[in-house]
């Protein structure tokens, strides 16, 4: 299988704990991208990379939040301290560096903090 | 900034009708990009089609397609013959390309269709 893929699929963690999550994107794909997605509603975009280099950031993205690509292949994106409020789907999905190229997503990890 | 809209919460068909999701767009760019995605009861975001600003050409791909129009800004998407595996979240996205290394993409709140038997 060469799509993307996320790991793990599922974490369920207690307030105040940190969590990591890791995506492998299509091998070619030299962008990277993270995204929150809660119930009912679309995608938000959180960050995203061109090669390791991290372009642009929400401000969604609260200093809790840290995102890395250190060999501009896997990315791993960390929670510390987790709130409540942080239980979402975490979608991350790869492209190529041409904006017109569409988005090809994982599966996705699902976060449920307690 | 930019904006999608889906005004469409849910919306249910019977197998075999024809249905229209609305997809309307608010960008200040004149080079941005349109997508529809789908995304089944599985949670895996499916790409459908793309579109650039500069070409309102409608297209056709097999039972589904989509209609473009600067004029409204809207880029709605028909699913003819409608099934049951096309029960799904759809959801519009806006991709505006300021430079090479900049990209804002924006998702709307997506459409639930469910087709019934």
């Known amino acids: 299988d060469t799509g993307v893929s996320q790991d793990p699929r599922h974490k369920i963690t207690k307030r105040g704990q940190n969590v990591t999550f890791r995506c492998d994107p299509i091998?070619?794909?030299?962008?990277l991208y993270w995204y929150r997605q809660t119930l009912g509603q679309g995608p938000e975009f959180l960050t995203y990379?061109?090669?390791?280099?991290?372009?642009?950031k929400s401000r969604l993205l609260s200093d809790r939040f840290s995102a890395e690509r250190p060999k501009g292949s896997f990315s791993t994106l960390e929670i510390q301290r987790t709130e409540q409020g942080d239980s979402a789907m975490y979608l991350c999905?790869?492209?190529?560096?041409?904006?017109?190229?569409?988005?090809?997503f994982g599966p996705g990890t699902r976060l449920t903090v307690l | 900034a930019q904006k999608v809209t889906q005004a469409q919460t849910e919306i249910s068909v019977v197998e075999k009708e024809d249905v229209t999701l609305d997809c309307v767009y608010e960008t200040r760019d004149t080079t941005y990009y349109l997508f529809w995605y789908k995304q089944p009861p599985s949670g895996e975001l499916v790409f459908l089609i793309r579109?650039?600003?500069?070409?309102?050409q409608n297209e056709i791909s097999g039972r589904y397609s989509w209609n473009f129009q600067k004029s409204t800004s809207s880029f709605n998407f028909t699913i003819t013959a409608s099934q049951v595996v096309d029960s799904a979240v759809y959801f519009c996205?806006?991709?505006?390309?300021?430079?090479?290394?900049?990209?804002?993409?924006?998702f709307g709140p997506g459409t639930r269709l469910s087709v019934l038997p």
């Open positions: 996205a806006l991709s505006e390309a300021p430079d090479n290394y900049g990209q804002n993409f924006v």
């Open positions: 091998s070619e794909h030299n962008r």
């Open positions: 990379f061109q090669n390791e280099a991290q372009l642009e």
């Open positions: 579109r650039n600003s500069f070409d309102e």
């Open positions: 999905a790869s492209s190529f560096t041409i904006p017109s190229n569409e988005q090809f």
